[in-house]
């Protein structure tokens, strides 16, 4: 359970001079628990902020983020049990796909047989086990982003969050990443929030999408809703 709540929330960086940023601004939406939620918007919208919000990694903040029943700021790292997976994923390069994917697991001292135990579960699920000992420099691109998202789902995280993990990838390619995002959606259940710059792939993916421009919230709704808005920005942006 992970139910994610935006509330009159804002979000800013600090430049030189104190001169501020408004990156979010009064974002009030309700992410439910287990669903599959994309948040769609062009470059520099503040898809990144936002989910770097619910990481707890933005300092200066406005309004309220309740994961849970429980404000963001007081909520632990070790206890939030989130994975984050950007397109700039690296994977680290010394370390065989095994030592990659056992990696978050070790970070929290689980247990040597447990980890042994859910690396492989978690490798023969995205059936890339015979990949365990290579190096990542022996892995095609798409046998990257599969290690990439079997480091993201060994902690059986309650909320995964994707930041343009597919951006640069080629049409088959991301597909067939798209249908293991959304088998992993059906079969553990945690609750995705998934960032795009692409309408295709807020559609195909998006139970719920949200819509942002310039640090505001446009638009929420199902595929249908959205694209029946009436909104200026939601219309202009549906017909590029
Ligand atoms: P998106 O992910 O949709 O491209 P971001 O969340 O990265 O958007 O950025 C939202 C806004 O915040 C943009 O105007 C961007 O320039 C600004 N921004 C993002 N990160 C920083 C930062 N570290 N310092 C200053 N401004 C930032
Ligand atoms: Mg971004």
Redesign the pocket.
């Known amino acids: 359970m992970a139910k994610i709540s935006f509330q009159d929330f804002s979000a800013y960086?600090?430049?030189k001079k104190k001169k501020y940023?408004l990156?979010?601004n009064k974002i009030t939406l309700e992410i439910p628990s287990e669903s599959f939620f994309v948040v769609v918007?062009?470059?520099?919208?503040?898809?990144?902020?936002?989910l770097?919000a619910i990481l707890g990694g933005v300092e200066l903040t406005d309004g309220l983020l309740i994961i849970n029943g429980t404000s963001v700021e007081n909520i632990k790292k070790k206890e939030a049990n989130i994975s984050y997976l950007s397109q700039e994923y690296s994977l680290y390069p010394h370390m065989t796909v095994y030592e990659n994917v056992a990696f978050p697991l070790r970070r929290m001292r689980t247990d040597f047989q447990e980890i042994d135990l859910r690396v492989k579960t978690v490798l023969d699920y995205l059936k890339i086990d015979f990949l365990a000992s290579r190096k990542p420099r022996q892995l095609s691109y798409g046998q990257m982003q599969r290690v990439a998202i079997a480091r993201a789902l060994v902690k059986n995280p309650r909320i995964m969050l994707f930041?343009?993990p597919f951006s640069n990838l080629e049409p088959t390619l991301k597909n067939e990443l798209r249908l293991t995002l959304k088998n992993i959606h059906q079969e553990f259940k945690p609750t995705i929030i998934y960032?795009t710059?692409d309408l295709t792939d807020a559609f195909i993916l998006g139970e719920k999408i949200a819509v942002?421009n310039g640090?505001e919230l446009e638009a929420i709704g199902t595929k249908e809703e959205i694209e029946n808005s009436d909104k200026a920005f939601v219309r202009s942006f549906l017909s590029r």
């Not at 918007?41 to 936002?50: C, E, R």
């Open positions: 960086y600090k430049l940023v990156s979010l918007g062009p470059s520099g919208s503040g898809k990144t902020t936002l770097k930041d343009e960032a710059h942002l640090g």
